[in-house]
């Protein structure tokens, strides 16, 4: 069984910055593909970002390119969330989670089939 841990979500002023981290057990952590999602009140849940398995692609929704990083260490089972120059609308429940099948990357939750149990991230305006 996989499990996913996230933290380094909190409050934030606009403008400010916040790196979320996501633990995984097991031990074929560097055979699939991570995002992160995230899901505002009263809105679906959505892509933020996905890494592919060994780190050298990456995939980000229009509205935080150029703000936010992805990025994963194989040899501490975690994946990485910079978030830059954070905005209020920024605000949401993100979620890591792993692709269901190995050497995958993608981009709708359907592709993902372990998730971990979300980090609050709130940005002040």
């Known amino acids: 069984q996989v499990q996913l841990v996230e933290s380094g979500g909190g409050l934030v002023q606009a403008g400010g910055s916040l790196r979320l981290s996501c633990a995984a057990s097991?031990?074929?952590?560097?055979?699939?593909?991570m995002a992160w999602f995230r899901q505002a009140p009263g809105k679906e849940r959505e892509f933020v970002a996905a890494?592919?398995?060994?780190?050298?692609?990456?995939s980000y929704v229009e509205s935080v390119k150029g703000r936010f990083t992805i990025s994963r260490d194989n040899t501490k089972n975690t994946v990485y969330l910079q978030m830059n120059s954070l905005k209020p609308e920024d605000t949401a429940v993100y979620y890591c989670?792993?692709?269901?099948?190995?050497?995958?990357?993608?981009?709708?939750?359907?592709?993902?089939?372990?998730w971990g149990q979300g980090t609050q991230v709130t940005v002040s305006s």
């Open positions: 890494i592919s398995w060994s780190g050298g692609s990456s």
């Open positions: 097991g031990r074929t952590f560097s055979n699939y593909g």
């Open positions: 989670a792993r692709t269901s099948r190995t050497f995958t990357i993608g981009i709708m939750t359907w592709e993902y089939d372990y």
